[in-house]
């Protein structure tokens, strides 16, 4: 599940990630929600917060103002 | 305690051992950077094969992926290794399954620099000096090594046998019992022997269980059946 194709833009994996973070979520409920192993959710987290695109809030991660305004770019291309 | 060797340089004298914590690590697979701790909360084979575009590792990866899915059944997951570069991975998989028809569904370190061949102690330089033997781990959900299974370049490995060790150590985890030699699923388990006289005495008379000593008692576990 990598996140950042080589010229910047995300990819699908990860938007189907950071649209399921409107809201607090933990690794878990993201690996049932998209029926992807936890493994490959844990990696994708991590580099999505990296980038700074997510943050941890309560037990889960949450889409930030960065993520939100690459997530809205990405769906008007 | 460290030793010098030609192939990792200062290298733990003992590899990884059974019942101790597997070695974290970070790596490059072909499902991208992983972390031995992303497997954490579900049992993992960590497996390292010689090399790929090699015969007997293509017919291994093939087994080992037929097996997947049954493993996902039983919670656990599969992680390869071997000294190759992504793209050699990422090429020999595509060729595997345009060729022979089987995906490739399981993440490959490519462990060009050997960290982590070395740090699970998976060269043999009896076996090969550049490549890693045949090692295979399993781990459970703590990340604690359960077992390990070694075996030369030259043979292919068993993957009923490793479906069959997951599933009695799974049992073990569940049960608080031991599997004898060639246990299947469905075949009696074995009590631990007991530790005092006082037990030993007792366990004479327990009727749940089918002793023929003191220290050698089975019995057939009941699984309970799903409503």
Redesign the interface.
Known sequence: ???VNPDGTLTEAARSLLKQLQVSRSPKELSDALSA????V???L??LAEAELIKQEDEGWVITEKGQKVLNETETD | MYKESEQCGPAPIVGPRIGEPAPQFEAVTTMGTLKLSDFKDSWLILFSHPADFTPVCTTEFMAFAEMHDQLREMNCELLGLSIDSVYSHIAWARTIETVFGQKISFPIIADLNKDVACLYGMIMPGDSKTETSRCLYVIDPKQIIRAMIYYPLSTGRNTDEIIRLLQALQTTDKHGVATPANWRPGDKVIIPPAVTQDMAEERMKEEAIECRDWFFCMKKIEEQKEE
């Not at chain 1, 192993?37 to 490959?40: E, G, S, V």
């Open positions: 599940m990598a996140c192993p936890l493994f490959k844990r990696s994708s991590r580099k």
